[in-house]
Each structure stands twice: as structure tokens, then as C-alpha cells.
């Protein structure tokens, strides 16, 4: 593990921190180390399923690369809330679904070399609530879209679904499939 040196929080919103290490390496050298930090426990990613098959995802306006992207929905966890529970809220909040069953599919850092949480993933199941008029305008959210599996694998295989957590939890949901 490597020394650190000196540490500073250069920017904190209270959503968000930037953190700056120095640190020294076993070998002797020295280096920074930047990450950004959310000031939330945990993120979430749902994989919601509705009774026909079809997989549920929100549009949304992600302003960094000034695009809208499909995704999964998922959010942010709130102190005091398992990672169920946050969830079930996230799911009900972008897409309007309320899952009849609610699977744990694993735990991911979506980047570590830049991002310090964890992202829960779950897959919802039978989820009911469907309503292609949804939106969430406090999170971009525009529509809400449902696609049968493989016109979403269609999509993936096409550059067309690019959110990288999307990729890690319909990968994760697939493998999980199999091995079920």
C-alpha cells in the first residue's frame, strides 16, 4: 500500500467531493491521486422485467457528454436505507414500476480509479406499474421505454446503450440467468 503523504478535499458540495492524495509508492516514487467521492452511501442499478419479458429502461439527459442515453434505472442510497430498499424507491421513482420480486445480483465499482462506491445491482422481476408516459423531470428523465431482450442486446451490440452501469448490470443479470 502506498504512503499518503498529504490529503485535501479541494471541492465539497455535499453531493459530491473531489479528494487529492499525495502519496508514496513502495519503490520510492511519488505520486497524486484524485477521485471523486459521493456523499452517499451506496448507488443502486435495477434490471426491471415486466410480466411479457421485456426489460424497462429510462431515457436521460446526461449533460457531461450532452446526450440522452437508455439506462437502467437506479440512484443514489440514502443514509438509513438498505440497498433494497433504495431499490425499490429508485425503480418506483424513474420508471413508475413496482417490482413483484426484487433479486440481489451482486455488488460493483463501476470505476475505482476514479469513483470510491459501490453499486448494488438487482434484478426486479414481474414488475407492474408500466406507464410509456413516465417521466421524472427533476432527474432528465423524458420517457420510460420497455424492449424485449433482444432488441436490448441489439442495442448493446450496436453502441446504442453505452451507460456503463447499464452494461455491468445487464451483463450481471445475464450471467446470473445462466446460472440459474
Not at 426489460?55 to 437506479?74: A, M
Not at 453499486?119 to 410509456?132: L, Q, S
Request: aromatic share 6%; with cysteine; proline share 7%.
Amino acid at each position: 500500500m502506498p504512503e499518503v503523504l498529504s490529503s485535501d478535499s479541494p471541492y465539497d458540495d455535499g453531493w459530491v467531493r473531489l479528494n487529492r492524495d499525495e502519496v508514496r509508492f513502495p519503490d520510492g516514487s511519488e505520486g497524486r491521486r484524485v477521485w471523486l467521492e459521493l456523499q452517499f452511501p451506496f448507488v443502486c442499478n435495477i434490471v426491471p422485467t415486466l410480466p411479457s419479458g421485456d426489460i424497462v429502461f429510462v431515457e436521460v439527459y446526461r449533460h457531461p457528454i450532452k446526450r440522452w442515453l437508455l439506462e437502467l434505472p437506479g440512484g443514489l442510497g440514502e443514509n438509513g436505507e438498505t440497498p433494497d430498499q433504495a431499490a425499490i424507491r429508485e425503480l418506483k421513482e424513474e420508471s413508475g414500476l413496482t417490482p413483484g420480486r426484487l433479486t440481489r445480483l451482486g455488488v460493483v465499482n463501476v470505476d475505482p480509479g476514479l469513483l470510491a462506491h459501490d453499486t448494488h445491482v438487482f434484478r426486479a422481476e414481474d414488475c407492474t406499474g408500466w406507464n410509456a408516459d413516465h417521466s421524472e423531470l427533476e432527474d432528465q428523465i423524458r420517457r420510460v421505454v420497455s424492449l424485449p431482450r433482444a432488441e436490448a442486446e441489439r442495442r448493446v451490440a450496436a453502441g446504442e446503450i453505452v451507460h456503463g452501469p447499464t452494461l455491468i448490470a445487464l451483463y450481471l443479470d445475464s450471467m446470473i440467468e445462466r446460472i440459474d
